[in-house]
């Protein structure tokens, strides 16, 4: 009696596997995955260009760092759309981008604001790249299709203006102003002793040029009657200090 039921138990998991591969198996045409491919890469290309554009380089000037943030969104978005169209899985694809956000670069020791920038363009590809687009239409009848949803369309959108409008605020917040620093290989030891300070710290805005915020007294020289001193301060509007700690000839042409 039990051998006689489970041949048709089986049979019955069979065929109800086979309307549910039958439904869900629609196929995307040719049109739809360029339209799809065109709308991910021209978003993101939209919002990692005004990112860059109008804040990041606003303020730095760095042209390497504009170019490299431009290729690598558009190309780490590539990989994304291609990898999920593979099927290869969400975990292998984040794994790549993840090793990609971690590179430093061996001619210079990347800043933290490059580095920020370098991780907002990386997730918003990432949001770009792997956010569902498409819906499944005529599940009720005997040709299923995949469609464009408004729906997605608009977290997708939303998702992206979130990203802006968080940069648009940190990046205008008068209460968060760029700090920078600056290793000065300085002379006059004798006024980097406490009882001294005020005078060494009019002396050293006198030779630098800047209002220094704070300082830092570090090694200290006596045979050569030098000493290194930090010195924080806030750079105008605009400016940038990206080879403020840079003490050897040979880092400014690397």
């Known amino acids: 009696m039990i051998q006689n039921d489970l041949p048709g138990a089986f049979d019955l998991a069979d065929e109800n596997l086979l309307d549910v591969q039958t439904i869900t198996d629609a196929m995307m045409t040719t049109s739809q995955s360029l339209t799809e491919?065109?709308?991910r890469f021209f978003l993101n290309l939209l919002v990692c260009w005004i990112l860059v554009r109008f804040f990041y380089y606003r303020k730095s000037r760095r042209r390497d760092y504009y170019f490299t943030f431009m290729v690598f969104s558009s190309a780490m978005l590539l990989l994304l759309f291609m990898m999920g169209n593979a099927?290869?899985?969400?975990?292998?694809?984040?794994g790549l981008f993840a090793i990609f956000g971690v590179i430093r670069y061996r001619t210079e020791t990347v800043p933290i604001r490059e580095m920020t920038?370098?991780?907002i363009i990386i997730a918003v590809a990432a949001v770009n790249g792997l956010s569902p687009l498409y819906k499944i239409a005529g599940l009720t009848s005997d040709s299923p299709h995949y469609v464009l949803s408004t729906g997605h369309l608009a977290v997708l959108g939303a998702s992206?203006?979130?990203a802006?409008?968080?940069v648009i605020i940190l990046?205008?917040?008068?209460?968060l102003k760029q700090s920078a620093t600056r290793l000065i290989l300085y002379d006059r030891i004798e006024l980097i002793v406490p009882e001294k300070r005020e005078e060494l710290l009019a002396d050293l805005e006198k030779r630098v040029g800047v209002k220094i915020d704070n300082l830092e007294i570090g090694h200290v020289d006596f045979l050569r009657d030098a000493a290194y001193i930090?010195?924080?301060y806030t750079p105008e509007a605009g400016a940038t200090a990206t080879i403020g700690e840079l003490t050897r000839a040979k880092d400014f042409t690397e």
């Open 117 to 119: 920038y370098l991780f």
């Open 160 to 162: 992206n203006l979130l």
């Open 164 to 166: 802006l409008a968080l």
């Open 230 to 232: 930090k010195i924080y």
């Open 171 to 175: 990046e205008s917040s008068r209460a």
């Open 37 to 39: 491919l065109a709308i």
């Open 87 to 94: 099927e290869v899985g969400v975990g292998l694809t984040l």
